[in-house]
């Protein structure tokens, strides 16, 4: 993503910021919200559709006794491990589980499914919507402060 020209004028609202951790959470939560958007419509945050489910993920979960579930959440446990850390300086948005980047980058599994190319579904960034929504929260922020 080219967000050089985004990052220089929110650059400028945010030198202007006494004390942008507020600011910094307010983005977060905004995007945790985003990155929840995205689970639900099975999407990246470039509004591009996950690939679907392979036959062997199907069949798993079949096998299993689980209906058609939707894409990375059969148990909901990635999508509620995401969260954001927000300071002073900046604003961090992730995953600490183990699986995390393999499911938003794709790759082949090291893990469980040993050998498995499981392909790429981002669920992590931020889109132009996004942008926008980050843009209002620093003038907002800064017609209070």
């Known amino acids: ?7 220089a004028k929110l650059e400028e609202l945010i030198d202007r910021m006494e004390r942008p951790a507020g600011f910094y ?3 977060g939560e905004h995007l945790l919200n985003s990155v ?3 689970f639900d419509n099975e999407q ?3 509004g591009e559709k996950w690939v679907g489910l392979s036959a062997v993920t199907i069949g798993r979960r079949e096998a299993a006794g689980h209906g058609p579930t939707p894409i990375l959440r ?3 446990a990635l999508r509620g491990s995401i969260n ?5 300086h900046d604003v961090r948005i992730g995953s600490a589980l183990v699986y995390a980047a393999i499911q938003h980058f794709g790759g082949e599994s090291k893990g469980y499914m040993k050998g498995a190319d499981i392909a790429a579904r981002p669920y992590l960034g931020i889109s132009t919507a996004d942008e926008e929504e980050i843009f209002a ?3 907002d922020w800064l017609s209070v402060e």
């Open 25 to 27: 959470k307010n983005v």
């Open 36 to 38: 929840g958007d995205n």
């Open 137 to 139: 929260l620093a003038e």
């Open 74 to 76: 059969l148990s909901g």
């Open 84 to 88: 954001m850390e927000a300071t002073d």
């Open 44 to 46: 990246g945050p470039d």
């Open 1 to 7: 993503i080219d967000d050089s020209d985004m990052r």
